[in-house]
């Protein structure tokens, strides 16, 4: 069983990857929209076939029995979507597929063919596996993606505003999003860069910081004070060898150290900069309480965006080559992730083994 399980996923990777440079190589919008196509073809099939993997199954199935007759306070966005299901007589398989295909649709038809074989690929093997097992989030942060990517274009800070909004309808996280639009006209500089790093990385690391964020009158105000006194979310995390933590840190690290060059291939360079610090700041809590594993999510897309700046960075010349050494390390992340997320945990993604609708 878990042979098939690896296939079935590095095949999706495999064939995401290979479409995805055809999408940025094609000659014209027909080639362009196949490509498009068959991107989306290879990341959807498994994750609509796919049947009782991923940690929040069973509770969506529960939740879209319930939705037909009464109500609870979810988002707005989630609950309409499991009612528009029901309107058809759609099954609660059909509701979890569809629930992972959003986010999906969004990515493979959004983002721009300029550097799509790096962003997608990133996209995919950074946040796939979290699709499968907690779908409704990864719909709010696909939307805030768009509204990023939809800074770019006419009337962007309005795009923005209503794709967060759109994220704040499935996951109410998303509200993150609306204050650090703000950062958008902070500037900043190589030099302060590094300060603002090394402030990071002491702040972080200390437990002070995190008993002022959970003592703090906004966190007890938030929806994740029920998790206060919960053993499994308020507990060290627990990190293993430590390579994986490294590896996830080494592109955003370099992405501001070589700031001053990969800013010039970037759109909105200094908003991806202050993204780029909220991520590692997430992460690093990340490693010392399980809790802000969650905070995380809110910024888990950043390396999809600083992939393409970051590789250029360090190499004008073959960008591409340098990809494929940040693509090894996240596919061996992967691949572990992969191991050791089982379903018979009950806790973790709980996307291994892949089971189908078709056992």
Not at 4 to 23: A, E, G, K, P, Q
Not at 202 to 211: E, F, H, K, P, Q
């Amino acid at each position: 069983m878990m042979v098939r399980t690896y296939i079935i996923y590095n095949l999706t990777l495999f064939f995401t990857i290979i479409f995805s440079i055809w999408v940025t190589h094609s000659k014209n919008k027909s080639s362009e929209y196949i490509a498009r196509i068959l991107v989306f073809f290879s990341v959807a099939i498994p994750a609509y076939i796919r049947k009782g993997i991923g940690t929040d199954y069973p509770g969506y199935v529960h939740l879209y029995q319930r939705y037909r007759h009464f109500d609870d306070d979810h988002e707005l966005g989630f609950k309409i979507l499991a009612k528009l299901c029901w309107l058809f007589d759609a099954t609660p398989h059909t509701f979890i597929a569809i629930l992972a295909i959003i986010p999906l649709a969004l990515i493979v038809f959004y983002v721009p063919k300029r550097h799509y074989d790096y962003f997608v690929p990133t996209y995919i093997l950074t946040s796939y596996l979290k699709i499968i097992a907690v779908s409704r989030q990864e719909v709010a942060i696909a939307f805030a993606i768009c509204g990023i990517i939809a800074l770019e274009k006419k009337y962007g800070t309005i795009k923005y505003l209503l794709n967060s909004t759109m994220a704040c309808l499935f996951h109410s996280s998303s509200i993150f999003y609306y204050p650090i639009l703000l950062l958008k006209k902070v500037e900043i500089g190589p030099r302060s860069i590094m300060v603002l790093l090394i402030i990071v990385f002491t702040l972080t690391l200390g437990a002070n910081v995190i008993d002022w964020i959970v003592t703090n009158p906004m966190f007890l105000a938030s929806k994740y004070s029920k998790y206060l006194g919960n053993d499994y979310y308020f507990r060290d995390t627990e990190l293993g060898s430590g390579l994986g933590v490294i590896a996830n840190l080494i592109l955003p690290i370099l992405f501001l150290i070589f700031y001053k060059r990969s800013s010039k291939y970037v759109n909105n360079a200094n908003f991806i900069c202050w993204l780029t610090l909220c991520f590692l700041a997430s992460y690093l809590m990340s490693t010392q309480t399980y809790i802000f594993t969650r905070l995380i999510d809110v910024f888990r897309f950043i390396p999809a965006f600083i992939a393409y700046p970051t590789c250029k960075a360090i190499s004008k010349r073959h960008p591409f080559i340098i990809f494929l050494g940040f693509m090894f390390m996240y596919f061996v992340i992967f691949n572990k992730a992969v191991t050791e997320a089982q379903v018979s945990l009950h806790r973790g993604l709980g996307i291994s083994p892949f089971y189908t609708i078709f056992d």
